[in-house]
């Protein structure tokens, strides 16, 4: 409701290239912020006590790993495989004549749950991470189907990934 009040998915299918980016970059970011203000501040909960799996992984490696590594690997497992070549092998095969916000829906909350599950340090931030993954599904929709101008799904998605992990380490 708030987005159709703005106009804001008009600015996001109709601006250029690095305004698009700009404008979801200033999203994840609040959303971001919004999330971790519910998940650290209302909850009181703290990711570092609960997620042990990289104690053991010299920091060097874990800064590559989580801003270089992580984005890329996970935009092609949770956004790339299940939204964007889903969608065009069932167009390409014929078992959908023509992508709908239907199609877009379905293949944004499965992405979403796929990607919540591999983010199973605690069942609230599972459902953090699907929130997440249904913000970055959007942006995956928006950058490879919506747009006149597309930009590539590793570049918009992998953006705002890397951001919201950077942010995790530097705000933890």
């Known amino acids: 409701m708030i987005l159709k009040r703005l106009n804001?998915?008009?600015?996001?299918v109709k601006s250029n290239r690095l305004l698009f980016l700009l404008i979801i970059t200033f999203l994840g970011v609040v959303l971001n912020f919004w999330l971790s203000f519910?998940?650290?501040?209302l909850l009181g909960t703290d990711l570092g006590q609960e997620n042990d799996s990289l104690l053991s992984i010299p920091k060097n490696m874990q800064f590559i790993l989580t801003i270089f590594i992580a984005p890329l690997i996970e935009t092609a497992f949770f956004q790339y495989f299940p939204i964007v070549l889903t969608l065009k092998t069932l167009l390409e095969v014929k078992i959908i004549s023509s992508y709908?916000?239907?199609h877009y829906y379905i293949t944004i909350i499965i992405s979403s749950f796929l990607?919540?599950?591999i983010h199973t340090f605690s069942i609230i931030y599972f459902f953090i991470a699907f929130v997440m993954g249904l913000y970055l599904g959007y942006i995956t929709i928006i950058s490879e189907f919506?747009?006149?101008k597309r930009v590539n799904v590793f570049i918009s998605v992998g953006l705002i990934h890397t951001i919201f992990n950077l942010m995790a380490i530097i705000f933890d």
């Open 38 to 41: 519910i998940y650290y501040d």
């Open 8 to 12: 804001l998915n008009s600015y996001l």
């Open 146 to 148: 919506v747009r006149e």
């Open 115 to 117: 990607f919540a599950l």
């Open 100 to 102: 709908s916000k239907k």
